[in-house]
């Protein structure tokens, strides 16, 4: 009886947390155009646009907290996640409802704020999700603009963003430095809760 | 040469690129501004930084870690409509105890003094973290919200750093009787 209940209130959860997902609203594209072409549109879509920009780093910083072997490893898996859920983006109509980038800032800020040693392949699994929602949003925005050449121009920017900020986080060694990047985190984390509250305001 | 090349390229005429788009980095600007607009907020902000300053580690930054985010869990309440009574209140007595913290040197356990700064950060978040102007972006506003908190707390724990001598100790106490006494006109006023 007991297994039963517990089964209904896993399937009820899935099929809330999926409604919401996949709930359609209206997609809110927002295209920067440099006028030096698709790629470089891409890189300024990517710098433009702080709820990328700002899970991106984050989880750059992350990266940077957990050490070089992880770091390395999210070097690359993440901007290729980012590319794959672009192009998963390209063949979507919609974007779901759910406010993804809020969880995303709330994710990345509480996992930097706590300093919360993940194991490599949780973290890996992190940085997918992470790369792969960001990604699909950025594939229907650039789908009707610069296409797959943005894709791969923001994929390049995070490569080198991922690259800089973690080499950078990895380098510090005083415990302050440490202690003032987790303060960032607890920033963004706060950012993530403030915006969730925005979403359901419908003031997003 | 540099010149030439700047000269070049602020002269050369780029595509028109019509771009319009309001309240974005108004947004921003104005969460930066607001929690500097109320004496009650930055006298607060700058109480936990200053007692963060005299409790030392790990609750210098464990309290500036601890507000930011319960203040933004006060405002998520306050924008999914839940009420809270006595807000005005709350954030009164909050610079009343801050202050009377910092006056008397209190050194409780830090977790005791991060529920306490979390308690009162709920209020605070509740009041200042749902004044969105319409048309503005919540995400930025939430940005420099979040940021202009940090930033107060940082000038708390900097101007807290006098604790180290004996006449800075004194100064520090000092301005914590100030926050108190603040903190009882405060409260007058929102009880009148």
Redesign the interface.
């Known amino acids: 009886m007991k297994r039963y209940l517990l089964n209904t209130l896993r399937f009820l959860t899935a099929a809330v947390v999926s409604a919401a997902l996949f709930k359609p609203s209206h997609a809110a594209a927002h295209l920067v155009?440099t006028?030096m072409g698709p790629v470089y549109d891409g890189i300024g879509h990517l710098l433009l646009t702080?709820?990328d920009l700002?899970p991106a780093l984050s989880l750059a910083v992350y990266a940077g907290l957990r050490g070089r072997v992880p770091g390395r490893r999210i070097l690359f898996f993440f901007p290729f996640a980012w590319l794959l859920g672009g192009f998963i983006g390209f063949t979507a109509h919609t974007i779901p409802a759910f406010p993804v980038?809020a969880f995303s800032f709330l994710m990345l800020g509480l996992l930097i704020?706590a300093d919360l040693k993940l194991p490599d392949t949780v973290f890996t699994g992190v940085a997918a999700a992470v790369g792969i929602m960001h990604g699909y949003f950025n594939g229907i925005a650039l789908k009707a603009g610069p296409g797959s050449l943005g894709l791969l121009g923001i994929m390049v920017s995070l490569f080198v963003l991922v690259a800089i900020i973690a080499a950078f986080v990895l380098s510090l060694k005083p415990p302050w430095a440490r202690?003032m990047v987790?303060?960032t985190g607890?920033?963004v984390?706060?950012?993530?809760?403030?915006?969730?509250?925005?979403?359901?305001?419908g003031?997003? | 040469m540099c010149f030439l090349v700047l000269a070049v390229y602020l002269l050369w005429a780029?595509?028109a690129?019509a771009?319009v788009e309001q309240g974005q980095a108004v947004g921003f600007i104005t969460g930066l501004e607001h929690p500097w607009s109320g004496l009650d907020h930055v006298l607060a902000m700058i109480a936990v930084g200053l007692w963060g300053a005299q409790l030392g580690n790990p609750a210098l930054?464990v309290l500036?870690?601890t507000f930011?985010?319960v203040?933004?869990?006060g405002?998520?309440?306050?924008?999914?409509g839940i009420p809270l009574p006595g807000i005005e209140i709350g954030i009164a007595v909050s610079a009343i105890l801050l202050g009377a913290m910092v006056l008397g040197e209190v050194k409780p356990k830090f977790y005791i003094a991060a529920v306490m700064v979390g308690f009162f950060a709920v209020f605070h978040g509740h009041a200042h973290?749902?004044e969105?102007p319409p048309g503005q972006s919540?995400?930025?506003y939430?940005?420099g919200?979040?940021?202009a908190t940090?930033v107060l707390h940082g000038i708390g724990i900097i101007i807290g750093l006098i604790h180290r001598w004996p006449v800075g100790k004194l100064a520090l106490r000092g301005a914590g009787a100030f926050i108190a006494a603040m903190g009882f006109f405060f409260l007058w006023q929102a009880v009148a």
Do not use: N
């Open positions: 155009t006028g702080p709820e700002i980038t704020a202690i987790r303060v607890s920033w984390a706060a950012m993530g809760l403030l915006m969730i509250g925005w979403f359901f305001r003031q997003s | 780029p595509s690129q771009h930054w500036p870690v930011p985010m203040m933004s869990l405002a998520m309440m306050g924008l999914l973290g749902t969105l919540g995400l930025l939430s940005m919200f979040v940021i940090g």
